[in-house]
Structure formats: structure tokens, C-alpha cells
């Protein structure tokens, strides 16, 4: 076993204690989070906190990318839609869990850095998409997962009008400063929708046409 393999299995015994889902913690077990960092940065990938990936931009904590994944709920059949790809990692942990994941980034430098590291690591159910996430892709669904990973004030009406029958939409609400994990759920073809609050939380702000809007 390698010196990354044995810091992310402690990673997993120590950070993610809590999580219940064993797919989930498998995933985590197996995906090399340091992959997805700079080279500088590699000895802290496993740090029990987020980091920096330019940007502006970060590599959540490995305890919220396990349990916003949890939420989701997968089962293995599902297409998922990601709203900020990032570095590609959380992208890569959901791609053991679902059959396709549509990953959506607005800054395309971190678009085409997140799709080199995963064609890498040879994930071929990832299609990484520079586009404004707070628009969707309705071309790709409907999706029967939605994760957005960064703050919204509000979730985008596309996003839920994407969201398939039965499908799940996990994404951080509040203002600037903190936020509160939400999970919508589609109830059957309706357009009702059952809202689960969980944790507190703080992301980046989700930025595009239905998003904050950047300061210019």
C-alpha cells in the first residue's frame, strides 16, 4: 500500500466517521484526492479542510464532499449532474457511484485542467463542460441527481426544471457568509418538491446569469 493509499484510508476512518453510506466510503477509500491538487500542495490533500485551486476557487473538505454525495442517494444507474467542477474531484468520486456524470464549470482554465486529470485516471463517464452551472444542460438530462457545489441564494428554475421524476437536488442555500444544505426531491412527474435542510456550511458563491453576481 502506498504512502497516499494509507493517508486516504485514514482519512476515511478519521474524517468520515459519521458517513453511513458504504459506497460512499469506498469511493472516497479509492478516488486519489491528491490528484487533484497542485504538486505543492499533495502532503496537505488529506487535510480534514478545503484548498485552494485558483480561481478563487477551492477543493472542498472530504468530510462535505462525502456527505453531500450521501445525499444524492445513488443506487449505480443514475445520471448526475455536477454544478461546479472545480479541481474534477468531487466529479471523480461520483463517477464510481452513478453511470454518468455531466460536470459544468464557468472558468475554463479549470474546466480543461479538471478534464486532463480525469481522462488521467482513464474515468470514462465524465463529460466536464466549461458553461454557467446555474443554467444547466437540458440537452444531457433530464438528471436524476443534481449536486451544486457552490452557494446559491436561490435554487436555479433550470436546475429543478432538469431534475427528473424521483430525482434528488443537493445544494448549499443562504447568503455570501454561510449557508445550509438543502436536498429537494421531485415528487413523482409533478413539479412538487419535498425540501430537506441538513448541515451549515460555507462555500464559494455560485456564480452566472441565475447565480450572485461577480463584482466587476
Known amino acids: 500500500m502506498s504512502r497516499f493509499e494509507l493517508i486516504r484510508k485514514r482519512m476515511v476512518e478519521q474524517q468520515l466517521s459519521d458517513i453511513a453510506d458504504a459506497r460512499v466510503l469506498q469511493a472516497m477509500a479509492e478516488v486519489p484526492r491528491h490528484s487533484f491538487v497542485d504538486e505543492v500542495l499533495r502532503p496537505r490533500a488529506y487535510d480534514d479542510g478545503p484548498l485552494p485551486i485558483g480561481k478563487k476557487q477551492t477543493i472542498s473538505q472530504p468530510w462535505i464532499v462525502a456527505r453531500m454525495t450521501e445525499l444524492l442517494c445513488l443506487e449505480g444507474d443514475e445520471t448526475v449532474l455536477e454544478v461546479g467542477t472545480g479541481s474534477g474531484y468531487q466529479a471523480a468520486v461520483l463517477s464510481s457511484l452513478c453511470r454518468r456524470v455531466v460536470t459544468l464549470e464557468r472558468h475554463g482554465d479549470l474546466a480543461r485542467d479538471a478534464g486532463r486529470r480525469i481522462e488521467a485516471l482513464g474515468m470514462r463517464n465524465i463529460t466536464v463542460l ?80 441565475l447565480g450572485f453576481q461577480e463584482e466587476r
Open 130 to 209: 466549461a458553461s454557467d452551472g446555474s443554467l444547466g444542460r437540458s440537452e444531457y438530462g433530464p438528471y436524476d441527481a443534481i449536486l451544486v457545489t457552490a452557494a446559491a441564494p436561490e435554487v436555479p428554475e433550470p436546475l429543478l426544471n432538469q431534475l427528473a421524476s424521483g430525482g434528488r437536488l443537493v445544494v448549499p442555500l443562504g447568503d455570501l457568509h454561510s449557508q445550509v444544505l438543502h436536498r429537494f426531491t421531485r415528487d413523482g412527474d409533478s413539479y412538487s418538491l419535498r425540501d430537506e435542510a441538513f448541515e451549515a456550511c460555507r462555500f464559494v458563491p455560485l456564480l452566472g446569469r
